[in-house]
């Protein structure tokens, strides 16, 4: 059983945009700080943005600050993320991550190793 499930990818114009969420079966999704990463091919997988588990703390790349948003609903056992005014260049495999924080409620972070859940991916693809 696949641990994250992204949903929500598709193609679009550029200045379109388009609502990604990360789906947690199975686990207390609250307990959990969550990112999102994208990989475009040839490239490395980058980071995106983060949330800590209470929603309280975000963090986005600054390619994407000010057009996407991170937001959480833990009764729903779900992230979001919003992308608003996309471009050519943002076209690429999408994926969340989790990695569980007992500790802190305000804990996330931009390295991709310090996540040890990992979705398979929903690809975005933005195209005139």
């Known amino acids: 059983q696949v641990p994250l499930v992204e949903s929500g990818g598709g193609l679009v114009l550029p200045g379109d945009s388009l609502r990604l969420s990360c789906a947690a079966s199975?686990?207390?999704?609250?307990?959990?700080?969550v990112g999102w990463f994208r990989q475009a091919p040839g490239k490395e997988r980058e980071f995106m943005g983060a949330?800590?588990?209470?929603?309280?703390?975000?963090d986005y790349a600054d390619s994407v600050k000010g057009r996407f948003t991170i937001s959480r609903d833990n009764a729903k056992n779900t992230v979001s993320l919003q992308m608003n005014n996309l471009k050519v260049e943002d076209t690429a495999a999408y994926y969340c991550?989790?990695?569980?924080?007992?500790?802190?409620?305000?804990?996330?972070?931009?390295?991709?190793?310090?996540?040890?859940?990992w979705g398979q991916g929903t690809q975005v693809t933005v195209s005139s």
């Open positions: 991550a989790a990695r569980m924080s007992l500790v802190s409620k305000s804990w996330y972070s931009s390295a991709r190793n310090d996540y040890d859940l």
């Open positions: 199975g686990r207390t999704f609250s307990l959990y700080a």
């Open positions: 949330i800590s588990r209470s929603g309280s703390n975000t």
